[in-house]
């Protein structure tokens, strides 16, 4: 499956912005999908993550209550709605799909990566 990230964005603090990821080449309903971040200087770290059917979600600490993470299975398409967003948010943010029995909140539970969309948040 190959997977789009889009949305990024220069936002101020305090304000919102929507990632979307789009999939094709696959069954998009049989995979797990996340998000992960980058800052520079810094390790690639989990964000969140979804079910196959919505049915559960995980956060990272970090952005629990502040972020949202939903799919549409008839799109094709995962999104993560960002609110309240901070400086220490910016980061390249990547979306990557993995098999249901791997581990959600790691990158070795994901097999196929995004390319990365860029978000900025100044102060």
């Known amino acids: 499956v190959q997977l789009q990230a889009s949305g990024g964005g220069l936002v101020q603090s305090g304000g919102s912005l929507r990632l979307s990821c789009a999939a094709s080449?696959?069954?998009?309903?049989?995979?797990?999908m996340g998000w992960f971040r980058q800052a520079p200087g810094k390790e690639r770290e989990f964000v969140a993550a979804?079910?196959?059917?919505?049915?559960?979600?995980y956060y990272a600490d970090l952005v629990k209550g502040r972020f949202t993470i939903s799919r549409d299975n008839s799109k094709n398409t995962m999104y993560m709605q960002m609110n309240s967003l901070k400086p220490e948010d910016t980061a390249a943010y990547y979306c990557?799909?993995?098999?249901?029995?791997?581990?959600?909140?790691?990158?070795?539970?994901?097999?196929?990566w995004g390319q990365g969309t860029l978000v900025t948040v100044s102060s």
């Open positions: 979804i079910s196959r059917s919505s049915g559960s979600t």
């Open positions: 080449g696959g069954t998009f309903s049989v995979y797990r």
């Open positions: 990557a799909a993995g098999y249901p029995n791997r581990v959600a909140t790691r990158e070795l539970g994901y097999d196929y």
